[in-house]
C-alpha cells in the first residue's frame, strides 16, 4: 500500500539560529528528506560596492572592515594591496610582517567560531562553542592592544599600517602562543573523535573535488576535497614566501574534513605568527603616502587567502580621488554556489551542518 | 480500596482517605520542588561546564532564578495561532503532564511509603509514560506550524522506539526481583541493580534519555534546527505547562533510574528520604553532564540505535538474567557482579563495533 | 608562484583559431561577446591553458559601454588570465558562461542585479541582492534614487 505523501516547503530563515546571519533557504522537504532548496540572498545588502564610488579611497578602509564582519582585518588587505599596486606605494619590511601577525590571529579567531558555531548547531548546546569563545577573547584582547577594537579594527592603510604595536603586546602575544596548542588539544580531545560528531559529520556534505573547482570555491571548502591550494604558497603576497608553513588537505571533502582543516590550519597559524614575531624587523610601520591618494587611471587586483578563501579587490580608477569601480571578490558568496548541489537529498538536520561547514559570513556574501 | 489499604504500614495515623490526601500533596509538593530546583541546577551546573557562571543575580547563587522564570512566563501574553485546532492546542499540555504526575504514584519514597504501591507498578509506569507522547504530538499537531509538525513527529517515531528497550531493561530487574511491584524491586536491591545488572543500566538510561527527550536525543526540540519544535507556537501558561512537563520527565527520569537500579531509598546512616533525593539528584546531574557535552543525534540515527542497538542489547540482556536466576540463583555477587561487567562491556563493545561508521583515513 | 602567461603569445594562439574576433588589451585579451562562450571554452579545455577556475567576474560601468572582466585561473598550471568583454549599454545581453563554470551562476546574477546585463542561456537569471521588484539597476552610474540623486 502506497501512502499518499506530498512535499512540503519550509522556510529556513532569515531570523533563525542557526543560518549564522540572515539568509534564508527555501526548501521543499518530503518528509525529512530535502528535494529542492532555493537560497534566498540579499538580505544583509547594503551596497557597499556603490558606497565605495562615493568615497575617498582612504575612507573605504572601515568599509571594507564590514565586509566579512568575523575576520575583519582580513578584509581590508585586498584593498590596500590594489591601491597599493595602482599608487606604486612601498611597504617597509616591518609593517609586512604586522599585517602577517594580525592577519592570522585573525584567521585563528575566525576559525574558533566557524567551528564553534558548527558544533553548536549539532546540539552541544554551546560547551564547545564557549571553549572556542575562551580562545577568542584572548584574541581579541590582543587585538585591542593594537587597534583599539574589538571586532572591526580598521588597522590596515595603504603603505602599511595604521599603528605600531605596543611594548606589552610582544609579551601577551608569546603567552598565548604558549597555551593555545594545549587549548587546541583539548579541543581535539573533547571533539575529534567523538562517535556522534563523526556519525554526524563523516560521509556528510561530500564536494566532489571537480564540482569544487567548477564552482570557484576555495579556502578549507576546497582544500577539504583534497586540492592544495592556497594563496599563500601558490601566489604568496607580502612576507609569506619567507615563512614557513604547511597546508592542511582533506581526502574525502565531507563535512568532518572540512572541520579538520580549519583546525590544522589554526595550527599553522601559530607557527607562521612565531616565525613572523621572530623575523620582524625594526622600523617604520607606514610606507611614505601622498597626502591625497590619486592612484593614476588603470585597475589593479590583489587577492590574499581568507578564512573563507580567496578574497580578492578588483579596482579601476580613473585618476580621481574616488575609485570608480571596486569589487569584491567574496569566497562565501561564491562558496554557496555549491549549497543547493550539497543539500538535494539530505535530511534537514544534515541541511543545517552542511550549510555551517561551509562557514559563511553575511556581510561578506551580499555586501 | 482493600488492596490500598493492604499497602500501609501497620502504625499509619488515619484511615486511607487521609493516607491519600496526604500523599498527594506530598508527591505533587516533591515534584514541585524538583522541578525547581532543577531549572536551577541544570542553568548553574551546565554553565559551570561551559567555564562560565550562570544565573547569579537573582538571590544568593540565583537561587531565586526559577522564580524570575516562573513571573516571567505568567506574564506573557497567552497567543494562540489564528489556524490552529483550539481544542487540541489546549489539551495538549494538559494530556502531557498529567501522566508524569501519575507516574509517580507508585514511587516508594521511603520504605513503604507510596501513594499506591501497586503490585503491578512496572507495568503501570510503562503504560502510563506512553501517554505524554501523545501530548506533545497533540501539542506539535495543533500548532499549525511546520516546525513544530516536524517535531512531534520525530518525537513520536523516536518515543516508539526507545519503549521497548526500556520496557525490556525494567523486565530484566522484574526477573532479578521476582516481584512487578516497585517496591518489590526496591526491597530486592540489596545489592544495587547498577551492579548486578550493568547492560540493563545502560540500556535504561539511554532509553531514559530518549524517552525525556534529552540530549543526545533532543532532537524533538533541536534548537538550531527546529526553532522550538513542538513548543514553538505556544506562550504564556501553556509554555509554561509545557516547561514544567520538560523538567518533570527529567525528574521521573532520574527516580526511575534511581528506584529500579541505584536501590531507592535504601542506603546506610541517613534517612532514606535523604538517599533517595542524593540519588536523584546525582542522575539529574549525570543526565546534565551528558547534555553539556555530547552534540545530538540525527533522527535516523537515534532509530537505527534504538533498533539496531538497544534491543537486541536487551533480549541478550533479558536472557543472561534469566539464565543466571534460573541455574545459578545463589551464585556469589563476587563472581556475578564483574562477570557480567566484562559481559557487558564486551557486548557494548561489539555492538558499537557493528554500528559504527566506516572512517576513511584523512588526507593531508 | 604564479607562472605568467605570455599575453603575446596567448594571443597568438587563440588568433589562429578565433581570428581577429581576440585582442590583446591591457594585461589581458579582449574579446567580443559572440565569440565569448567558445573562446572561454577553449581555454578551459585546451592543454597548456586548462583554465578551469573562474576565479572572479566584475563589470564596469564605463561612459560609453559595460565592460565585463573575468579572471580565468588555472590550478594545474597556476596561471591566470583576464579575458574583457565589452557591450553595448542599451542592449546589454552577453552569453552566459555558467554552464562551462558553475562559478559563473551567481556572480552572473549579481550583475544582472546590480547593472542590468543579461546573460543569455543564464538558468536562474533573478535579482540575487535586491528584492523582486526594485526597480533599476543601483551599481549603473546613471542611477538616480535616494541618496544618489533622485529629486535634485
Known amino acids: 500500500m502506497a501512502l499518499a505523501t506530498e512535499p512540503f516547503i519550509l522556510n529556513i530563515g532569515p531570523a533563525h539560529p542557526s543560518t549564522h546571519g540572515v539568509f534564508r533557504m527555501r526548501t521543499t522537504l518530503d518528509g525529512e528528506v530535502i528535494v529542492d532548496v532555493e537560497p534566498v540572498f540579499g538580505y544583509l545588502h547594503r551596497g557597499i560596492e556603490k558606497l565605495c564610488e562615493r568615497r575617498t579611497y582612504k575612507k573605504n578602509i572601515p568599509l571594507t572592515d564590514r565586509l566579512d564582519y568575523v575576520s575583519a582585518i582580513n578584509n581590508n588587505w585586498p584593498y590596500v594591496l590594489a591601491v597599493e599596486q595602482l599608487a606604486g606605494i612601498q611597504v617597509p619590511p616591518r609593517a609586512e610582517y604586522l599585517r602577517v601577525i594580525m592577519s592570522e590571529l585573525q584567521r585563528i579567531a575566525s576559525h574558533l567560531l566557524a567551528i564553534g558555531s558548527v558544533m553548536n548547531d549539532m546540539g552541544i548546546f554551546f560547551t564547545a562553542f564557549m571553549y572556542m569563545f575562551r580562545e577568542r577573547e584572548k584574541i581579541i584582547d590582543l587585538l585591542e592592544m593594537v587597534t583599539g577594537q574589538r571586532l572591526l579594527y580598521n588597522y590596515m592603510r595603504f603603505g602599511g599600517v595604521s599603528q605600531d604595536i605596543p611594548t606589552e603586546f610582544l609579551p601577551a602575544l608569546a603567552k598565548f602562543l604558549k597555551v593555545m596548542p594545549g587549548y587546541l588539544d583539548e579541543y581535539d580531545q573533547m571533539l575529534a573523535e567523538n562517535e556522534i560528531l563523526l556519525s554526524r559529520m563523516k560521509g556528510i556534505g561530500i564536494l566532489k573535488p571537480q564540482t569544487a573547482i567548477g564552482a570557484s570555491t576555495s579556502g578549507p571548502v576546497l582544500r577539504g576535497s583534497g586540492i592544495k591550494w592556497d594563496l599563500r604558497k601558490a601566489a604568496p603576497y607580502s612576507v609569506y614566501d619567507k615563512l614557513e608553513f604547511d597546508v592542511p588537505t582533506g581526502a574525502n571533502g565531507d563535512c568532518y574534513d572540512r572541520y579538520r582543516v580549519r583546525m590544522e590550519e589554526m595550527r599553522q597559524s601559530l607557527r607562521i605568527i612565531q616565525q613572523a614575531v621572530e623575523q620582524m624587523p625594526a622600523g617604520k610601520f607606514q610606507g611614505r603616502v601622498p597626502l591625497r591618494i590619486r592612484p593614476p587611471a588603470g585597475e589593479a587586483y590583489a587577492q590574499i587567502e581568507s578564512p573563507r578563501g580567496m578574497l580578492g579587490c578588483y579596482l579601476v580608477s580613473d585618476g580621481s580621488e574616488l575609485p570608480y569601480r571596486c569589487h569584491f571578490r567574496a569566497p562565501a558568496f561564491l562558496n554557496l554556489t555549491v549549497l543547493r548541489e550539497l543539500l538535494i537529498g539530505q535530511k534537514l538536520a544534515d541541511a543545517i551542518v552542511i550549510f555551517g561547514s561551509i562557514d559563511i559570513s553575511m556581510g561578506e556574501v551580499d555586501r | ?364 | 608562484m604564479t607562472t605568467e602567461l605570455s599575453i603575446s603569445d596567448t594571443a597568438a594562439r587563440l588568433k589562429a583559431h578565433f581570428g581577429e574576433g581576440v585582442a590583446p588589451a591591457g594585461d589581458g585579451l579582449a574579446t567580443s561577446p559572440e565569440l565569448l562562450p567558445r573562446v572561454a571554452g577553449y581555454l578551459r579545455d585546451t592543454a597548456g591553458f586548462d583554465f578551469d577556475f573562474l576565479d572572479m567576474m566584475a563589470a564596469v560601468d564605463y561612459a560609453d559601454r559595460f565592460e565585463l572582466v573575468y579572471r580565468l585561473l588555472s590550478l594545474k598550471h597556476n596561471h591566470t588570465l583576464t579575458l574583457r568583454v565589452n557591450c553595448d549599454k542599451n542592449k546589454a545581453v552577453v552569453p552566459s558562461l555558467a554552464g562551462l563554470w558553475q562559478g559563473a551562476d551567481l556572480q552572473e546574477r549579481e550583475i544582472y542585479d546590480l547593472f542590468g546585463i543579461s546573460f543569455n542561456g543564464h538558468p536562474n537569471l533573478k535579482r540575487i541582492v535586491l528584492w523582486e521588484g526594485f526597480e533599476g539597476h543601483p551599481l549603473r552610474k546613471d542611477f538616480k534614487d535616494g541618496a544618489y540623486g533622485a529629486g535634485d
Do not use: C
Not at chain 2, 501513594?115 to 501523545?134: E, F, H, K, P, Q
Not at chain 2, 534548537?223 to 506562550?235: H, V, W
Not at chain 2, 533498533?307 to 537486541?312: A, D, E, F, N, V
Open chain 2, 1 to 364: 480500596m482493600g488492596i490500598l489499604m493492604s499497602t500501609l504500614p501497620p502504625d499509619w495515623p488515619g484511615n486511607f482517605w487521609w493516607h491519600l490526601l496526604v500523599l498527594t500533596l506530598l508527591l505533587i509538593g516533591f515534584l514541585m520542588t524538583s522541578v525547581i530546583i532543577f531549572i536551577w541546577m541544570e542553568r548553574r551546573v551546565i554553565a559551570r561546564f561551559q567555564i562560565r557562571l550562570g544565573p547569579n543575580r537573582v538571590g544568593p547563587f540565583g537561587l531565586l532564578q526559577p522564580f524570575a522564570d516562573v513571573v516571567k512566563i505568567l506574564t506573557k501574553e497567552d497567543i494562540i495561532p489564528s489556524r490552529a485546532d483550539k481544542i487540541i492546542f489546549w489539551l495538549a499540555p494538559a494530556v502531557a503532564f498529567v501522566p508524569v504526575l501519575m507516574i509517580l504514584a507508585v514511587i516508594p519514597l521511603m520504605g513503604g511509603l507510596a501513594l499506591a504501591d501497586l503490585n503491578i507498578g512496572v507495568i503501570y509506569i510503562v503504560a502510563v509514560s506512553s501517554v505524554t507522547a501523545i501530548g506533545i504530538f497533540m501539542s506539535g499537531f495543533a500548532s499549525n506550524n511546520k516546525y513544530s509538525l516536524i517535531g512531534a513527529m520525530r518525537e513520536v517515531a523516536q518515543l516508539i522506539s526507545y519503549e521497548i528497550p526500556m520496557l525490556l531493561a525494567l523486565a530484566s530487574t522484574v526477573i532479578m526481583a521476582g516481584s512487578l511491584a516497585v517496591s518489590g524491586i526496591v526491597a530486592a536491591q540489596s545489592i544495587p541493580f547498577i551492579l548486578v545488572q550493568p547492560l540493563g543500566f545502560v540500556i535504561f538510561l539511554v532509553a531514559t534519555l530518549a524517552e525525556i527527550n534529552r540530549t543526545p536525543f533532543d532532537l524533538v526540540e533541536a534548537d538550531s534546527e527546529l526553532t522550538a519544535g513542538f513548543n514553538t507556537e505556544y506562550s504564556g501558561m501553556k509554555w509554561a505547562v509545557l516547561y514544567l512537563v520538560e523538567y518533570s520527565e527529567a525528574v521521573i527520569g532520574s527516580v526511575l533510574i534511581t528506584t529500579f537500579f541505584l536501590g531507592g531509598w535504601r542506603g546506610p546512616f541517613l534517612p532514606p528520604i535523604i538517599w533517595f533525593t542524593v540519588k536523584v539528584f546525582a542522575s539529574f546531574f549525570f543526565i546534565l553532564w551528558i547534555r553539556s557535552t555530547m552534540p545530538r543525534l540525527r533522527i535516523d540515527q537515534s532509530m537505527a540505535l534504538a533498533w539496531k542497538g538497544l534491543l537486541p542489547l536487551a533480549l541478550l540482556n533479558l536472557f543472561i538474567t534469566g539464565v543466571k536466576v534460573v541455574f545459578w540463583p545463589a551464585l556469589s555477587p563476587w563472581i556475578a557482579i564483574p562477570a557480567y561487567v566484562f559481559v557487558t562491556v564486551l557486548l557494548v563493545l561489539l555492538w558499537s563495533r557493528l554500528l559504527r561508521t566506516r572512517r576513511p583515513a584523512l588526507g593531508s
